[in-house]
């Protein structure tokens, strides 16, 4: 499978020659493959949004370079502007960031600056909706007589509607109440399976990227500290809460189980698979 991202060995300083510079990447490598759902996660001040910010050509790198099919997106001044077009943003609440006087022209924001046609864009304001959730009834409505997590929708939408080969959660559910939560992220699953577009979603959540990526990146002090399937990262439970991580939830009461002697696998991270090994345990107690 072709990589969609390649990151070469990515460096990023703040403040250079002041006495508050700071290395935020340090010789950072990795790639993203096309099509999948990556989670990015490490504790506060590891550099996942000076990473992401990078990743559309929003910051500059210090040294490195990020490669979007292959290409450099610093080749030159048309790559890095087409680079925010081709990677979607969504940072952390992005409903701050409304200011359009109706819910379908905040929408339709990023489509415009694309220079497409007026039915090129009402058609992708209307898809962009229906995959973010937002409802049709409130699109000529003001976006500040919404409720907060319909803010939020709307300005998800608004960059699905610029239809990003790649797009990127900064903690998309940030706030949210749990069931508003598993909705977003269903929203957010559908539009990915729907699309076929690579996703990068940057979370706090142990369960919620456990059952999203496909992929999880850890960070820590800037560094890449661990990549691999969630059975695989979760597997290293002792390292993760070194560097100041959890575990999902399922995956610590497994680690318990497996401490008091049970023969359960303490890199289980979801209900199904928690499930099925319970019923295998009750199972053999009973032929016992």
Do not use: W
């Not at 935020?24 to 490598?29: D, E, P, Q, T």
């Not at 790639?31 to 989670?39: C, I, N, Q, R, S």
């Not at 990127?168 to 399976?193: M, V």
């Amino acid at each position: 499978m072709a990589a969609a991202i390649e990151i070469r060995d990515l460096c990023h300083t703040y403040s250079v020659g002041t006495p508050f510079e700071h290395d935020a990447i340090k010789h950072m490598n990795f790639t993203v493959e096309k099509g999948e759902f990556l989670g990015v996660i490490g504790h506060t001040g590891s550099g996942k949004s000076t990473l992401i910010q990078h990743l559309n050509g929003l910051l500059k790198p210090t040294s490195g370079d990020v490669l979007l099919d292959g290409e450099s997106i610093r080749r030159d001044k048309q790559a890095t502007r087409q680079a925010h077009f081709r990677v979607g943003l969504v940072f952390q609440y992005p409903e701050y960031q409304l200011f359009e006087d109706t819910v379908f022209q905040d929408i339709a924001f990023g489509p415009k600056n694309m220079g497409l046609n007026e039915e090129e864009i009402r058609q992708r304001v209307l898809r962009a909706a229906g995959f973010a959730g937002v409802d049709p009834d409130v699109l000529d409505k003001s976006p500040f007589d919404l409720s907060g997590g319909q803010k939020r929708r709307v300005a998800i939408a608004g960059v699905i509607a610029m239809e990003p080969e790649i797009i990127i959660f900064d903690e998309p559910t940030a706030g949210l109440d749990p069931s508003a939560r598993a909705s977003l992220l269903c929203n957010i699953r559908s539009y990915q399976k729907a699309s076929g577009a690579t996703v990068l979603m940057v979370s706090h959540s142990m369960d919620d990227v456990a059952v999203m990526a496909d992929r999880l990146l850890v960070l820590n002090e800037g560094q890449v500290e661990m990549l691999g399937t969630p059975a695989e990262v979760f597997a290293k439970a002792e390292r993760l809460q070194q560097i100041g991580l959890t575990v999902p939830q399922v995956t610590s009461l497994f680690l318990r189980l497996k401490e008091l002697g049970l023969p359960v696998d303490p890199a289980t991270y979801t209900v199904e698979d928690a499930l099925r090994q319970l019923l295998r345990l009750k199972g053999g107690a009973a032929d016992a």
